[in-house]
């Protein structure tokens, strides 16, 4: 369940009246990995397996998607995944609300997008629809994430009330289903610090489109990574911040 309604008072030019609100509804996730819990995360109910495997490729637990063993979720909604522990695995907990950044990592990190991929401008505006959904509508606080391929075509969208949540829940569910993330690229509605932009690099996706603003953060940690970083998208107009050359017309 997304949403539950409220009964509320609505007060306009000093009348008040009955009235009611729609709520986004956020539920608390306990991640296990290798029997140790790593997170506890607030997120949107549903895609609990993509938001494991979005998380844990996203955040860099696993050096590849084949080394996510076994995801598995039990009646109480904790998350149990088995990996192949890397270099970056660490125990540490994080406790992440629906709007905090993720992981912290160094900002040296050696990441590093190997795609010549290059975009047209149309089909990047022509996708911003898919960020569109009706429960953003009903309850303004959720945001959307969405895979898309070079010819404009969603494979994977997610909802969540958490913009981080959203992102790993698209990749987690791209992943799943096979896709080449060199060919493929993101759309977010939330802003772009660079622990935004990091997921992108990880997964290996080389294009983030945002219809908010980045931060400067963000900007740095794409040029640094070769993603080309689009904010402020909008179906007539956007800003292209790094790696121009990947859209073409630049």
């Not at 509320?8 to 729609?22: G, K, L, M, W």
């Not at 956020?26 to 938001?51: C, D, H, M, W, Y």
């Not at 829940?169 to 493929?184: L, R, V």
Request: hydrophobic content about 40%.
């Amino acid at each position: 369940m997304y949403k539950q309604e409220y009964e509320t008072v609505e007060i306009i030019n000093s009348n008040a009246r009955s009235s009611s609100f729609t709520a986004a509804v956020e539920e608390t996730v306990e991640l296990f990995v290798n029997n140790a819990r790593i997170a506890s995360i607030l997120t949107s109910p549903g895609k609990l397996e993509q938001l494991a495997v979005g998380y844990l490729v996203c955040e860099g637990f696993v050096s590849a998607p084949s080394d996510i063993q076994d995801v598995r979720i039990d009646s109480e909604n904790r998350i149990y995944a088995e990996i192949t522990p890397n270099d970056h695995f660490d125990i540490r907990l994080e406790i992440r609300s629906s709007g905090c950044v993720g992981v912290d990592r160094e900002d040296n990190e050696d990441v590093k997008v190997e795609s010549d991929s290059h975009f047209h401008p149309d089909v990047i505006q022509g996708s911003l629809h898919y960020l569109e959904s009706e429960i953003y509508q009903q309850t303004r606080g959720t945001h959307a994430a969405c895979i898309i391929d070079r010819q404009g075509g969603c494979i994977a969208c997610a909802i969540d009330v958490g913009r981080h949540n959203a992102v790993d829940k698209a990749i987690g569910q791209a992943i799943m289903d096979g896709f080449n993330p060199g060919e493929h690229f993101i759309l977010s509605t939330g802003r772009q610090p660079a622990g935004m932009v990091m997921k992108a690099a990880r997964a290996g996706i080389p294009l983030v489109v945002t219809k908010a603003a980045p931060l400067n953060s963000g900007i740095e940690a794409a040029r640094r990574t070769g993603i080309c970083l689009v904010g402020l998208a909008t179906p007539g107009r956007m800003m292209v911040f790094s790696n121009q050359w990947r859209i073409d017309g630049c």
